[in-house]
Each structure stands twice: as C-alpha cells, then as structure tokens.
C-alpha cells in the first residue's frame, strides 16, 4: 500500500508501488493538486486513485457517484486547514492533523505525535512497513509546490555500533 502523513504543514506520501507482490522499479509521485486551494495524496490500487482523483478535479459533489472496483483512500488536505479523509464508498471523513493513511499510518500517527514532521514520519514509516519507500514527495502550503524530497541517508537498521 503506501503511507501518507500530514502534519498540518506539509503532506508526505511514499512512492513505492507494488503490483501483488512485486516492487514496481520506478517511483510514483502520489501527491495530486486537485485545486489551488485543494490537495490530496492517494493509497490503494494506482488506477483507482487517479479516477478518484480526476473524478475530484472535475469538481463532483458529495451527491454525485462513481464505480470504484477496489479500495482507494485519499487524504485531502485545504488551505484553510481542514482535513478530510475519502474512501472508496465515496465517504469523506472529517479528520485533523496529524493525519495519516495507508499500511504504515499507524507508525507515521506515533512518529509524528513524538514530534516527527510528516516527512520524517514517512521516513519512520519506510523502515519498518514493507510497503512503504522512498523517495518520499512533499507538499506544503509555504511553497505549494510538489518535492521530491532527498533521500534519507541512515541506516535501514537503526546506527549502533559495537565499540569493543
């Protein structure tokens, strides 16, 4: 899957995309501008996300419906600071930050409750969830602009060294 944070300021999302159990070798950016005052990042099946997220940009309303096959997940994230989450029923769930979906969510919740960014939380998150990666893309409201952000450069496993 993927794991998403969002910290208030910044949203971060992996790039990782599996297809069954196969790392796909190039990155995805999961981040989506729906609107200028509007952005979302997607987890679930590739395909899915991207009609749900031009099914978004087209401007829909919460009446309107769209056959969803799988099961994608958005979080959407506005300017004026509200967050919501949106899932496959087409359900849009008011949330607050720091917000987080996808496989690795739980870890990037308590990351970032510890005091983790969102991007250091995806990081976090991409050590331990197998379905989670960099690079890592970030937004934030600052700059609003979409960033592939550098990549971490610790260990996988942690930096203990036995000094004897």
């Given amino acids: 899957m993927t794991t998403i944070a969002y910290d208030g300021i910044t949203l971060a999302a992996d ?16 981040i989506h501008i729906i609107s200028p005052t509007r952005v979302a990042a997607s987890s679930g099946p590739s395909a899915e996300c991207f009609k749900l997220v031009e099914w978004l940009r087209a401007g829909a309303q919460p009446t309107d419906t769209l056959k969803l096959t799988d099961n994608p997940l958005l979080l959407i994230c506005d ?49 331990v969830d197998i379905s989670t990666s960099e690079p890592i893309y970030t937004f934030d409201w600052l700059s609003l602009k979409i960033r592939k952000a550098p990549t971490s450069k610790k260990p996988l496993y942690g930096s203990r060294v036995n000094n004897k």
């Fill in 15 to 30: 790039s990782q995309i599996t297809w069954g159990n196969i790392r796909m070798p190039r990155p995805s950016c999961k």
């Fill in 79 to 127: 300017s004026s600071g509200e967050v919501w989450t949106l899932d496959n029923d087409l359900v849009l769930l008011p949330d607050e930050a720091p917000a987080t979906i996808g496989s690795g969510a739980d870890i990037a919740r308590g990351a970032m409750h510890a005091g983790a960014t969102a991007l250091e939380a995806v990081r976090i998150a991409a050590r």
